[in-house]
C-alpha cells in the first residue's frame, strides 16, 4: 500500500504549520504518510511509538523527532497514556532563505537526520524550557496574527532550530556534514527568483541551466519551497507589489507590469488570490 501524501493548507506565501499540545489517540493517527513539509515534533507527556522510515522508535515525555520532508512515518500513541505532542511544519525555504553564511544552515539537524537515518533525541532537562517556550511563543503569533506575526515566527523558529544544532552537533558523530540543504541550483534559482521576480521565467530555462531534467527540477524545488515554480515566481511578484503599493504613487496597472504581469486580468486574479483583496483596496486600507 503506497502511504498517504498529506496535503497542506493555507497561504502560500508562508508554507507553516502548527498544531499545538494536542493529545493523540491511535483512532485519530494518519497511516504511512509522507508530506514536502519538514516537520519537529516534541513530546510533552505521554508514551507510544512512532514508525519513521522502516524505524520503529518509543515515544515518552522529552523526546524531540526530526522528520525531514519526504518521509515516511506515521504516530501510534499508547491508548491508556496518550500523547501529548507539538508538531511544526514547514517549507525549508523558509527557514534557510536569506542564508548569509554559506558555511551553516539552520537545516543542519534535518540534513543530519536523512543521512544517517537517526530521528529521535533524547531531549535533557535544561533544552525542554527552551524548546517548549520557542513552540509556545511560535503558537501564540500564528493564533494572535497581529502586524509582523510571520516575521515574529521566522524568527523564533530560527532561534529554536539553532539551539538545537548546537546541542546535537555533536552527537553528529564527527562527520563532515554538507550543511548546505538542497542543492546549489536550486539556491541560485531562488536567489535570482527573489531579486528580479519581473522576469520571465521558465522550467525550462532553469533545468538547462541546472543541467537536470524539466520533472527532477520541479521535484527538488517543490520539496525545497512547497511550491511549484509557477506559484513561488507569482508569490514573490506579489509580494513586490504590496510594496509598490505602499511605497509608490504608480498606478496599479504600471506596478503590475513593473512585476512582470502582462495582463491587468491576471494580476488582479493573482492578487486577490494570496491577498483576500484587490490591489486597488490593499492600497487604501493601508
Same mark, same amino acid.
Given at each position: 500500500?503506497?502511504?498517504?501524501?498529506?496535503?497542506?493548507?493555507?497561504?502560500?506565501?508562508?508554507?507553516?504549520?502548527?498544531?499545538?499540545?494536542?493529545? #493523540?489517540?491511535?483512532?485519530?493517527?494518519?497511516?504511512?504518510?509522507?508530506?514536502?513539509?519538514?516537520?519537529?515534533?516534541?513530546?510533552?507527556?505521554?508514551?507510544? =511509538?512512532?514508525?519513521?522510515?522502516?524505524?520503529?522508535?518509543?515515544?515518552?515525555?522529552?523526546?524531540?523527532?526530526?522528520?525531514?520532508?519526504?518521509?515516511?512515518?506515521?504516530?501510534?500513541?499508547?491508548?491508556?497514556?496518550?500523547?501529548?505532542?507539538?508538531?511544526?511544519?514547514?517549507?525549508?525555504?523558509?527557514?534557510?532563505?536569506?542564508?548569509?553564511?554559506?558555511?551553516? =544552515?539552520?537545516?543542519?539537524?534535518?540534513?543530519?537526520?536523512?543521512?544517517?537515518?537517526?530521528?529521535?533525541?533524547?531531549?535533557?532537562?535544561?533544552?525542554?524550557?527552551?524548546?517548549?517556550?520557542?513552540?509556545?511563543?511560535?503558537?501564540?503569533?500564528?493564533?494572535? *496574527?497581529?502586524?509582523?506575526?510571520?516575521?515574529?515566527?521566522?524568527?523564533?523558529?530560527?532561534?529554536?532550530?539553532?539551539?538545537?544544532?548546537?546541542?546535537?552537533?555533536?552527537?553528529?558523530?564527527? *562527520?563532515? +556534514?554538507?550543511?548546505?540543504?538542497?542543492?546549489?541550483?536550486?539556491?541560485?534559482?531562488?536567489?535570482?527568483?527573489?531579486?528580479?521576480?519581473?522576469?520571465?521565467?521558465?522550467?525550462?530555462?532553469?533545468?538547462?541551466?541546472?543541467?537536470?531534467?524539466?520533472?527532477?527540477? =520541479?521535484?527538488?524545488?517543490?520539496?525545497?519551497?512547497?511550491? /511549484?515554480?509557477?506559484?513561488?515566481?507569482?508569490?514573490?511578484?506579489?509580494?513586490?507589489? #504590496?510594496? +509598490?503599493? +505602499?511605497?509608490?504613487?504608480?498606478?496599479? =496597472? /504600471?506596478?503590475?507590469?513593473?512585476?512582470?504581469?502582462?495582463?491587468?486580468?491576471?494580476?488582479?486574479?493573482?492578487? #486577490?488570490?494570496?491577498?483576500?483583496?484587490?490591489?486597488?483596496?490593499?492600497?487604501?486600507?493601508?
Amino acid at each position: 500500500m503506497e502511504p498517504f501524501r498529506k496535503p497542506f493548507y493555507g497561504d502560500p506565501l508562508f508554507p507553516f504549520h502548527i498544531i499545538h499540545r494536542t493529545v #493523540k489517540f491511535p483512532q485519530n493517527e494518519l497511516p504511512d504518510h509522507l508530506h514536502d513539509f519538514y516537520e519537529l515534533v516534541y513530546i510533552h507527556e505521554g508514551s507510544g =511509538s512512532f514508525f519513521i522510515d522502516k524505524t520503529l522508535y518509543t515515544k515518552k515525555t522529552g523526546n524531540l523527532f526530526i522528520i525531514p520532508g519526504n518521509t515516511v512515518h506515521h504516530s501510534i500513541p499508547d491508548e491508556t497514556n496518550p500523547i501529548i505532542s507539538t508538531a511544526v511544519f514547514f517549507a525549508p525555504a523558509l527557514a534557510d532563505a536569506g542564508t548569509y553564511d554559506d558555511s551553516y =544552515s539552520l537545516l543542519q539537524c534535518f540534513d543530519f537526520a536523512r543521512k544517517h537515518k537517526h530521528f529521535k533525541f533524547e531531549i535533557p532537562d535544561f533544552l525542554r524550557g527552551t524548546i517548549e517556550d520557542a513552540m509556545e511563543v511560535i503558537h501564540d503569533e500564528n493564533l494572535r *496574527q497581529q502586524q509582523g506575526y510571520r516575521t515574529a515566527i521566522r524568527l523564533e523558529l530560527g532561534k529554536l532550530l539553532l539551539q538545537l544544532n548546537r546541542y546535537l552537533n555533536p552527537q553528529f558523530t564527527n *562527520q563532515v +556534514l554538507d550543511n548546505k540543504i538542497g542543492p546549489s541550483w536550486i539556491k541560485n534559482a531562488l536567489f535570482e527568483i527573489d531579486a528580479n521576480p519581473e522576469r520571465p521565467y521558465s522550467l525550462a530555462s532553469f533545468a538547462d541551466i541546472a543541467s537536470v531534467s524539466e520533472s527532477h527540477f =520541479s521535484r527538488v524545488f517543490k520539496q525545497f519551497t512547497g511550491m /511549484n515554480l509557477t506559484d513561488y515566481v507569482n508569490a514573490k511578484r506579489i509580494i513586490r507589489a #504590496k510594496e +509598490l503599493l +505602499l511605497i509608490s504613487d504608480e498606478n496599479v =496597472s /504600471n506596478i503590475a507590469e513593473m512585476c512582470g504581469f502582462t495582463s491587468i486580468p491576471h494580476f488582479h486574479r493573482i492578487f #486577490k488570490t494570496l491577498t483576500n483583496t484587490t490591489p486597488s483596496a490593499y492600497r487604501k486600507n493601508r
